[in-house]
């Protein structure tokens, strides 16, 4: 799993582009100017020998008067002058960024530093435990999932270490896969048999390896089965709050999409700014500016292309009410009932989605995760 260091970085290259163009305009505007003043010619302009008279003249003064609107302080000079100062305010801004990075990286060092410490005496940690998954009788049916918000009703009922895998008819063959993650279920720092606790949400969010991802990836080992799917089908991960975080370590993690083709991630309060997801998959994170909870990792989701997210409210209240599941589905279903254009990029990342939405269900698969002790318990 890789967590991301700077994002800083992406503001300087900005700014260095905006001045590289800035430059470029300054270039154009020169060439325009020395090429007028090869133009003014006695012959031409002035003298006994005028061609054309007055007319010539006057169509001259024209177009000198246009070539001041195109060079001046509205034109070339005017725009290159605007992209030199937004280059400016963009260093200064990353600059200022690089700074709370900084902050935040250290912050989260000293929580990986404390779990370190607090799993010496049997807190916060996984070691001497092994993931177990065992299928259940799915606790709900699954009709086709006509958009977001029904992707993020899925994680409703995954009580008890349940994840849900549910298998769709892909529009070109195949089966394309959507795993739902449940989000945090128990609260104790010392970590039980289910591994949906504060121990993975820390140790998540620091960038470790948790039984709680593991028995996600196996859930979706177990729904696949042998033989049954291609390492090439689609796969989307939701979840909500701790759900997300391990749907985005999953998906930021190599080793699980050299085996599984993560194309779509949906996550609903959840802090995941951390995690380096690659392009290649389309993000959509819901927040809410009342709930504390997505501000966790001290850093703003990064705006790509790839990632889109829609934050709601204006804060800085503070809700603890506004980090339930259910207000979050509620969320999700307005903005994608709300009139196209109304939230911008969702109807572009629901026409990515194509591969999971609005296609026959062919299966549903649920397993209990649990953390079992090889060694004596810590």
Same mark, same amino acid.
């Given at each position: 799993?890789? *967590? ?7 503001? %300087? ?7 590289? *163009?800035?430059?470029d305009?300054r270039?154009?505007?020169e ?9 003014? !010619? +006695?012959?031409?302009?002035g ?8 007319? =010539? ?6 177009? @000198? ?8 302080p ?9 992209? &030199?100062?937004?280059? =400016? ?8 960024? @690089? /700074?709370?990075e900084?902050? $935040? ?13 607090? $799993? ?21 049916? =699954?009709?086709?999932?006509t958009? +977001? ?17 549910v ?10 896969? *959507?795993?739902?993650? +449940?989000? #945090?279920?128990?609260?104790? +720092?010392r970590p039980?048999?289910?591994?949906f &606790?504060?121990?993975?949400d820390?140790?998540?969010v #620091?960038?470790?390896?948790t039984?709680?991802?593991?028995g *996600? ?45 993560? #194309? ?8 995941v $700014?951390? %995690? ?6 389309r993000?959509?994170?819901? /927040?809410h ?9 001290l850093?703003?989701?990064?705006? #790509?292309p790839?990632?889109l997210?829609?934050?709601?409210? /204006?804060?800085p209240?503070? &809700? ?15 903005a ?6 109304t ?6 990342? @629901?026409? !990515? ?16 995760v @649990?953390?079992?002790?090889q060694?004596?318990?810590?």
């Amino acid at each position: 799993m890789t *967590v991301v260091g700077v994002r800083s970085e992406g503001l %300087f290259v900005v700014a260095r582009h905006l001045a590289a *163009v800035a430059e470029d305009l300054r270039g154009e505007a020169e060439g325009v100017a020395s090429a007028l003043a090869r133009c003014r !010619s +006695p012959g031409l302009l002035g003298g006994p020998g005028l061609l054309g008279g007055p007319a =010539v003249l006057g169509s001259w003064v024209r177009v @000198e008067a246009a070539a001041l609107r195109v060079l001046g302080p509205a034109g070339l000079w005017g725009e290159a002058l605007g992209l &030199d100062a937004l280059a =400016v305010r963009l260093r200064l801004a990353a600059r200022g960024y @690089e /700074e709370v990075e900084r902050w $935040a990286a250290a912050v989260l060092g000293g929580v990986r530093v404390g779990s370190d410490v607090a $799993a010496r005496g049997g807190l916060l940690t996984d070691g001497g435990a092994a993931v177990a998954v065992t299928p259940v009788v799915p606790s709900r049916e =699954v009709s086709p999932l006509t958009g +977001p918000g029904d992707l993020v009703a899925l994680g409703d009922g995954l009580d008890g270490g349940r994840v849900r895998v549910v298998e769709l008819a892909a529009p070109g063959g195949g089966s394309a896969w *959507v795993v739902a993650v +449940p989000g #945090t279920q128990e609260w104790s +720092p010392r970590p039980g048999s289910d591994p949906f &606790d504060l121990t993975s949400d820390v140790r998540a969010v #620091t960038g470790d390896a948790t039984l709680a991802a593991a028995g *996600v990836a196996a859930a979706l080992d177990v729904a696949r089965g042998a033989g049954r799917g291609a390492d090439d089908e689609p796969v989307l991960l939701v979840g909500h709050s701790q759900g997300g975080i391990l749907a985005a370590a999953l998906a930021s993690d190599a080793g699980f999409r050299g085996r599984h083709r993560v #194309t779509h991630v949906v996550t609903t309060g959840s802090p995941v $700014a951390v %995690f380096d997801l690659p392009a290649s998959v389309r993000v959509l994170s819901v /927040e809410h500016a009342d709930d504390p909870v997505p501000t966790l990792d001290l850093s703003p989701n990064p705006a #790509t292309p790839s990632w889109l997210t829609v934050r709601v409210g /204006e804060g800085p209240g503070v &809700d603890v009410r506004r980090h339930a599941l259910a207000e979050y589905l509620r969320t999700v279903r307005a903005a994608e009932d709300a009139p196209r254009g109304t939230v911008p990029g969702m109807g572009a990342w @629901e026409a !990515s989605a194509g591969d999971f939405l609005h296609r026959p269900v062919r299966s549903v698969t649920e397993v209990v995760v @649990e953390r079992g002790w090889q060694n004596p318990r810590p």
